[in-house]
């Protein structure tokens, strides 16, 4: 489980359909170490705090696994890292193999997974086609979120080491396929709504 690329970039304007959107998706990979803070990463910044950033959405992690099946769904796009709007492009880190309270420590820095990405409509500015959304959310391949519990520096190249594993069982990908309601699944849906997962120890 590795870090292969930090990725920071603040709000900015731009125009889809006839509108000017400000908008925090366009992320660039950086060099140098970078402070980790409650709310997002030094020098990274969301336009629309109503739904996107906050404590539980402070760090958004995009396996780069899933980048080869981006590249063969969308071959006319040069897919650079930071992309989807990620904070973190890692490696060894699935949606269906971690659980929601699952805790790591990278560089001086300790988080815990809270939720998948649901995406909105900026998806689709980013990447120029108003289908992205739905064809996102279509492949499950969500990315998620940390919470900061400790904050501190993480660069390139820092590798990722387990400190808890939740045992609540619900997974990322559970609560994606509860999101777009894939299929009934009563038992699912009742441990969910059970989940407290505690952010202090």
Same mark, same amino acid.
């Given at each position: #489980? ?17 509108? @000017? ?6 992320? =660039?990979?950086? +060099?140098?170490?970078? #402070? ?6 030094? +020098? !990274? ?10 404590? !539980? ?15 063969? =769904? ?8 930071? #992309? ?10 699935? %949606?269906?193999?971690?659980?929601? +309270?699952?805790?790591?420590? @990278? ?7 809270? $939720? ?12 120029? $086609? ?19 519990? $400790?904050?501190? %520096? ?11 594993? !939740? ?6 990908? !559970?609560?994606? $396929? ?8 009563? =038992? ?14």
């Amino acid at each position: #489980m590795k870090l292969i690329s930090v990725n920071v970039g603040l709000p900015r304007e731009v125009e889809w359909k006839g509108k @000017i959107i400000s908008t925090g998706i366009f992320k =660039e990979p950086v +060099g140098n170490r970078v #402070m980790v803070r409650a709310l997002n990463l030094d +020098g !990274d910044g969301q336009a629309d705090l109503t739904v996107h950033g906050g404590l !539980d959405k402070a760090v958004y992690v995009y396996p780069f696994e899933h980048y080869d099946y981006w590249r063969s =769904e969308l071959p006319d796009i040069e897919l650079t890292l930071g #992309m989807f709007g990620e904070n973190f492009t890692t490696t060894g880190l699935k %949606e269906d193999e971690l659980n929601i +309270g699952d805790r790591f420590q @990278i560089g001086t820095v300790e988080l815990m997974v809270t $939720q998948p990405r649901l995406p909105c409509y900026k998806l689709g500015i980013r990447f120029g $086609q108003a289908d992205m959304v739905k064809r996102f959310l279509a492949s499950r391949r969500t990315g998620f979120y940390f919470r900061v519990l $400790q904050e501190g %520096e993480v660069g390139t190249g820092d590798i990722l080491e387990p400190v808890s594993r !939740d045992d609540n069982n619900i997974t990322v990908a !559970d609560i994606t $396929q509860l999101y777009v309601r894939e299929h009934d699944n009563p =038992e699912l849906l009742h441990r969910a709504a059970q989940l407290d997962v505690q952010p202090l120890k």
